[in-house]
Structures are given as C-alpha cells and as structure tokens.
C-alpha cells in the first residue's frame, strides 16, 4: 500500500498513454483533475493485487467511447461516483476498492479521480495491460467473469444499469448504443468482482510499471537523449522504424476512431515505407506487404523527439515518429485470450498473431 | 372490477387497433398470446381507475420500437415479467397494477399478458387515449411523473435499467437507442406510479371504450352494414373521406417508420385527393392545401368494407379506405400537452391545432 504522489501521477500519465497503443483516450484531463485531487489533500493509494482480500469488491471503472470525443467533450467529475453508488445500490454492498480495466490512456486515471473522492484504494493491475477498443476485451472478461450488472453515466448526470445481459457480446452493444447516444464518451462500472479472482484474472502490476515508463522517458529528456532505446530494453520491445506521417485516414464510425497511417521512415530507416491499421488502437504494423507486428501485442508509437506517446486522436500529417513493438502479458496469449483480442476478432482475417518474444526469448 | 372473456379480447384488439391511429404496433400476436392466456385458465381482470387504491403500486408495461419491426420480430412471452421483476428488485415494493400507457394497437394487450402470468389486474385506462411515437408523449409524464427508473427487456433476455435520466427526452434518447440495438422492439415499464396520481392523469375508461369500439365493429359486420357512421356517432367523430391509396412512401429512420400517403376520393368523394402524413401515428390529414386534422386529434384509417383499423406497418398501394377524425381527450389539449403532443413536437412548423369539437360541441 502506497499513496501516489504528484510527480507518480505525471509520470502515471505519461507511461499509460505509451501503453494506450494509440488509444484508451488522452490521459491529459484525467491527470489535471487528480493533481487538483492531490492538492486539495485527498490520497489516492495504491494497493498491490496480492494484498486484495479474498472476498473484497474489486470495482472497475473507466470511460467508454471514442478517444477523439473526449478531446472535446469534458466530463462532468462525479461520472465515477455515480456509477459507484449506483452498483452499490443494487448490489446491496460496499464496494472495497478500484482497479481500471485499461490501463492504456485516460483510463489508467479513471478510478483514481473516484478513488480520491471516496477514500477506496486503487489496485495495482488491469484487465489489458494495454488498451482495447471494446468492453469485453478485458482478463476479467475472458477468465469467465460477466460485466453484469453494470452501470453507465454521462455528464448531464444519466445512469443506466445494465441488469442482464444474456453474452458479453450484447453488453458490449447495447452500452455502445447508450454511448453513442449520451454524446461518444461515458464513464462506465462493470460488475464488482471478489479479490479472488482479480488475484487470477488481472495484469498485474501494470500501475507500477507505468509510473516507471513515465518516470524514464522524463529522466531522458532531463539529459537530452532519446528515451526509445531505454523503453524497448525495460519492456523487451523492438525499435520497429523512425517515419514520417505521409498520409493519415480517420474518422468516427459506430463510437469508434478507424483508420490508417502510412509512414515513410526517415534518419537510418529512409526509403522505407509501412501502414498501422487502428480501431482507436494501433492493430497492425505492416511493412513490404508483411504485418510484422499485430494485436494483442502492442504497437506504440512515439514521437520521435520527446519519447511521449501520440494517440490516434492527436496524430497529424508530417508528424516524426518512432514506432516500438512491445510484448503483450501472457494473459493475452491464451486461445481464450486470442478468440477475443486475436487478429480475427478485429475483422483481420488471413493475418496470423506470431507472438514477440518476452523476456528470456519466452513466447507464451 | 371484471374479468375480461375471449370475446372481450377479440374486441379489445379491434378497438385498440382504431385508437392507434396507424401505430402502436399490430395487436394481432399480443391478441393470440392473450386469449392462449385464457385458455389456460388464466384470468385477466379488469379494475376501474376510480377503484386504486391511493397508494397502490401501478407499473406501465409496453412494447417500444418500430411497429413494422413487430410484425417479423415475435416477443419471447416472458419480457413483461423481467422488466416488472427487475423495478420490484430495484424499488423493493411489489407492484399493485398494471396499465397501458398506450391504448392505440398492440400496447393495449400488453400489460395483460403480464397480468395473466402474474395474476395482477389491469387498469381500465392508460396515458394517451390512442398511440403516439415517443415514450415522454404519456399523459403520466406531461403531468409531472417521471419516467425513470424505467426498464427494458428484449426477446433474447437483455434487461436494461435506466435508474436515473436528467429529464424525459434523455429517457426517451437513451431507452430508443437501446431498443434500436434490441432489434428495433423491446418491451418497457416506466416508473410506479402511485393509485392517487394515476386516478388524476390518466385517460380514463379507454380499455372500456376499445372493447365497446371492437363490439360495434363486430355487430356491423354481422349485419352485413358499414361500421363508419356508427363509430363517428360513438366517438364523436368525423367522416372525412373514402379513399384509394394512391401513393405510399415509408422507411424506418431512428426507430420510427415515417412516411406519407397520397389518397384519391372513391364513392362521394371522387375527384378530392389528400395527404395524411405519419410517424408511427398518424399525424396530419390534408385536403386541397390546408391541414383539416393534425395531432393530438385521432385521425383513423379503416378498411372501407370491414371498418377494421389499417395500421401504418400494413398500409399498401390501392386500399380502398375511410378516413376518420375523432376527437382527443381533454387531457392531451392543455397547454402543458400541446408542447408535448402537438403538431410542433413533430417539427410541424406553421401548423395550428385547431380541436376538433368534443361531445356538445365542447372545444376544451
């Protein structure tokens, strides 16, 4: 148990957005509204996975939507704490403690903001240990635990309770509807779960290791050096191209942020031409007509000068990027894992996940 | 309080099809559910809004979505009773009695479904008088009652929960996009109302009244006569024209079926054309450039030969039709009303809502 500080918070936001592969939304508001957090002298405390109790209430909470709204369309503030009481309510009982289900982007800070509102710890892991586009593409999901009852509120002060849903598939469609209709975001809880089974189910650790990521790319530049080479040796990634941004599609379709990127490298990598497909996140990495690199491993792209991360919402024409592969958890690995964040469940169909080698050379 | 026999039933359809002015969705299935009901030995009892007790629980039960989508998409039997369920659990009271709050079409018969499996009885009333398209357009809601925590539940066994929304249009916004991803049907409860409220906002006696209107459908057949000039007589109500379809345009677009008819004088009126535009209901009959009836009033489509109801979901090119204005409830000519239900809250721009009169030649 430890509480975050401001400088863990800077850096949190900067390590997450790397592992936002390109989405999970911009953790900018998120940070700004849990440093004031700080300041007014509320604690947000971290508690590791190992020390939940059995049968504690572990509470995911996060927002849903498409990224390029959220840059947009502000939140409200007591989303988290509607969505809270909300399942309290009709569960009948208090819920012990936060973890985020994405880890990637804004929603690494989703649960802090309530956290620091109601005093409940935060737990260190998630359930992607990355960022996915759709809700029933979390650990916690695909180790068999079903997200409802789970509830949904948007800035005007809406809250909708999914009470049943009969496959996580129609949770999935029927809070995307809702969504969509409240605006493109909204702050989202799914069913409480007992520590038991977060202790199975989740990426662990996964606060942690993006407060290092954040906290190394900010020493880099103290000292004026590229933070790509550091990254790639502490999460074991492969520096894949630096590039240009030659030409960039994207727009919104059915609350999500779609796309391409074609990328002309430049510096040691010059004459080189690659694509990354996204659906809020990167998905494919493609060069020479071959996909080197693809979901559920990560796809980060970064600028090539800053070492920050640049999500789907923010990338531009000409941008200078750097472009890191990075290995996925093990817990994405599993064939209940890839039927559900594989290739094939993003309409990839022909391109086959050959996983990149984890720490030791390890592929599972 | 009376129970209700299969002939009342087969009335009921018939009548409440008259009352849906084009929509509320086909009777027809909900019929044959209700009479399966009585033959199983099943009752469905009828009590007057004058019997309530002022404290008693009542729920609205109804079908929301597209009514074409209805005729292709069968219910499962069992939504009625989840949604109840889920308000019961929710709200921790049991509910005392069900009502309609839409008379017009299939939504008369779907509270007794409920009613049937339940043992609970029906309120002879409802919160229109006859159909209208969207959820906030209830007599219940214009008089201050508000609509969540209100539940929806799809044939598959989706249950949702709309535990708080910031007005009725957020409702109606949120329940719609929820009920288009169902499949474009689903079957809804609003909020208990308590007996007191329900005695002074609701349509009275309008379950009453559909099986009267049924029963002189009926007889009229049977003697081989024309039901028209007996229900205008009945229902206060005026014989505009005979018709043949002439033309018919129609789609579905978000949820509604919306469209225009294009009609051409038979018999007495060979030579008029006219126009009847609707969404769901409906909504306007024009003649010779001027808008002779436009809502809240009841304009009806019937068969020219069997006086039965056509409804918007089953209107074809060549019928050969009587349209009809009946007057609507002084409930739904308030002011308080009008910003809901009249022609503006149809986007109807420069169209004025000229009453029809009422029994002794009342215009209130």
Not at 54 to 67: M, N, R, S
Not at 131 to 147: D, K, L, N, V
Not at 345 to 353: P, Q, S
Request: with cysteine.
């Amino acid at each position: 148990v430890r509480p975050l500080t401001e400088t863990d918070i800077e850096a949190l936001a900067i390590g997450a957005a790397i592992l936002g592969t390109g989405g999970g939304g911009s953790p900018y508001i998120a940070k700004l509204r849990c440093l004031q957090e700080l300041r007014r002298g509320r604690a947000i405390v971290l508690v590791g996975v190992e020390e939940l109790e059995d049968d504690a209430q572990v509470l995911t909470i996060g927002g849903i939507g498409a990224p390029a709204v959220t840059i947009e369309k502000l939140s409200e503030g007591n989303e988290g704490l509607r969505v809270l009481k909300c399942l309290e309510e009709f569960g009948g009982r208090k819920i012990d403690a936060l973890i985020s289900a994405e880890i990637g982007g804004g929603n690494a800070l989703e649960p802090m903001l309530t956290a620091a509102s109601t005093g409940l710890p935060v737990v260190d892991g998630d359930g992607m240990g990355r960022a996915f586009p759709e809700m029933q593409m979390t650990t916690f999901s695909i180790y068999g635990h079903r997200s409802t009852p789970a509830a949904v509120s948007d800035e005007h002060g809406n809250v909708v309770l999914f009470r049943h849903t009969v496959s996580e598939e129609w949770f999935e469609r029927l809070a995307r509807s809702v969504v969509v209709s409240m605006g493109g975001t909204a702050i989202g809880a799914e069913a409480p779960m007992p520590g038991r089974y977060v202790k199975r189910a989740a990426v662990p650790g996964t606060v942690s290791q993006s407060i290092r990521l954040g906290e190394l790319v900010l020493e880099a530049n103290r000292q004026h050096v590229s933070a790509v080479p550091r990254i790639c040796k502490q999460e074991h990634g492969v520096h894949l191209i630096d590039a240009k941004i030659v030409d960039l599609k994207r727009h919104l379709r059915g609350g999500f942020s779609v796309g391409d990127i074609a990328l002309e490298g430049i510096d040691g990598h010059s004459g080189t031409r690659a694509h990354i497909v996204f659906q809020n996140e990167f998905l494919t990495f493609e060069r020479l007509g071959r996909i080197e690199v693809c979901v559920p491993d990560l796809i980060v792209i970064l600028d090539v000068d800053t070492g920050h991360a640049i999500t789907t919402d923010v990338l531009r024409y000409g941008q200078r990027v750097a472009v890191l592969a990075l290995p996925c958890h093990p817990l994405l690995r599993t064939p209940e894992a890839l039927a559900v964040i594989g290739p094939q469940a993003f309409g990839l169909d022909g391109v086959e996940y050959r996983p990149l080698p984890r720490p030791n050379g390890d592929l599972s």
